[in-house]
């Protein structure tokens, strides 16, 4: 059985399960995205920002149900195919999870976020300068 604990992310268009896994113990968590953004849109909160959040404290969640720890240190990268708030696409890849400086082996550490493209043709023509790539590092 192995002593390093194991994240796996898996994602559809609806909802992204986060899998921990350290020797026999399993969690199993799932973002439901449809109804977490209707929720806010309707509250008028940042889309993005809270998405983070709450896949940030999801996955802590799930390694904690396997792993005991104090501090969550996460890096990923996003990549949007525009400026945030026209973006029909945007790419969250896990760089390097650790759990109080244990490094936690990743699969499937890429999350597709797909929306409708309504942006007109010239704004799609016109994308590849306003492309937005960002890397995060956190301690939870």
Do not use: C
Not at 91 to 97: G, L, S
């Amino acid at each position: 059985m192995s002593k390093i604990p194991i994240l796996k992310i898996k994602g559809d268009p609806e909802t992204i399960r986060i899998i921990a896994k350290k020797g026999g113990d399993v969690s199993i968590q799932t973002i439901n995205l449809k109804f977490i953004m209707a929720n806010l849109w309707w509250d008028g909160a940042p889309e993005l920002e809270t998405f983070f959040n709450v896949m940030e404290l999801t996955i802590k969640r799930a390694l904690k149900e396997v792993h005991e720890f104090e501090k969550l240190t996460i890096d990923y990268t996003y990549r949007a195919n525009d400026r945030l708030e026209d973006a029909s696409e945007i790419v969250v890849e896990i760089d390097d999870v650790k759990a109080d400086d244990v490094d936690v082996e990743v699969a499937g550490r890429f999350i597709n976020l797909l929306g409708v493209d309504d942006r007109g043709f010239f704004k799609r023509l016109t994308s590849s300068r306003r492309r937005v790539e960002e890397t995060v590092h956190k301690e939870i």
